[in-house]
């Protein structure tokens, strides 16, 4: 059984409400045997993960961490929302944030465009793995300042997680300048040119006149946070 699924039995019952002792009895198990499964000491055979599958309304394949999405379903590019469709609103009676997320979200349509053309899959994937794990992190530090939320959310440990996911986007941006200098990193063919990445401040407003006034500002604002570390 992976071991993904008594992380995930675990997150479901709390995410619930439900006490260990009342999900045993509806699932028809002792306490001490879901006690055992949530833990992983024990591995359930595939009629208990059915069981649990319609208890908590999710699919199997969710269960045992095949998939990231309830129903099972695997997601796919076209099943992602795009955000440059989605309508705009106001977070919580702030412009703040809608303001920041419109500059973040513009400045990526740049960077993006100019990844697609260097045609690099390891860069775009090392890019890539960099920006997600910024994202997991602010996300995960949101979430666990509320104690009722479940830990069980994730995978990986609240005493190596930030380290980790430091050491990881430190480790892709290693890989993005080893690209970038010509360096073999992952499959693709090294990188020998990249005049892709030529441009002026001049040609990004020519070339992207919805999304460089955003990316200028974004540049604007964190380099003033920046010089804060002086």
């Given at each position: 059984m992976t071991t993904e699924f008594n992380r995930i039995i675990t997150l479901l019952r709390k995410e619930r409400g439900i006490t260990q002792k009342q999900a045993a009895a509806d699932l028809g198990v002792s306490q001490a045997l879901l006690s055992h499964y949530e833990k992983g000491i024990r591995e359930c055979g595939l009629d208990f993960v059915v069981r649990v599958?319609?208890?908590?309304?999710?699919?199997?394949?969710?269960?045992?961490?095949r998939s990231p999405d309830r129903n099972g379903l695997t997601l796919r590019v076209e099943d992602i929302p795009n955000p440059d469709s989605a309508r705009d609103s106001i977070y919580r009676g702030s412009t703040l944030p809608t303001m920041n997320k419109k500059l973040i979200s513009n400045s990526l349509n740049i960077l993006y465009d100019k990844l697609g053309a260097s045609q690099n899959s390891d860069l775009i994937s090392e890019v890539s793995g960099y920006l997600s794990v910024a994202v997991y992190k602010m996300f995960r530090l949101l979430y666990s300042s509320n104690a009722k939320n479940a830990?069980?959310?994730?995978?990986?440990?609240?005493?190596?997680?930030?380290?980790?996911?430091?050491?990881?986007?430190?480790?892709?941006?290693?890989?993005?300048?080893?690209?970038?200098?010509?360096?073999?990193?992952?499959?693709?063919?090294?990188?020998?040119?990249?005049?892709?990445?030529?441009?002026t401040s001049q040609s990004l407003e020519q070339d992207y006149r919805l999304y460089s006034g955003s990316l200028m500002m974004l540049i604007k604002n964190s380099e003033k946070r920046i010089d804060k570390q002086k």
């Open positions: 599958a319609e208890y908590y309304d999710v699919s199997c394949d969710y269960l045992l961490g830990s069980s959310l994730f995978s990986v440990s609240n005493g190596r997680w930030s380290g980790y996911s430091s050491a990881a986007m430190d480790t892709a941006e290693a890989n993005v300048a080893a690209i970038l200098a010509g360096e073999e990193v992952g499959s693709s063919a090294p990188m020998k040119d990249t005049s892709c990445f030529a441009m």
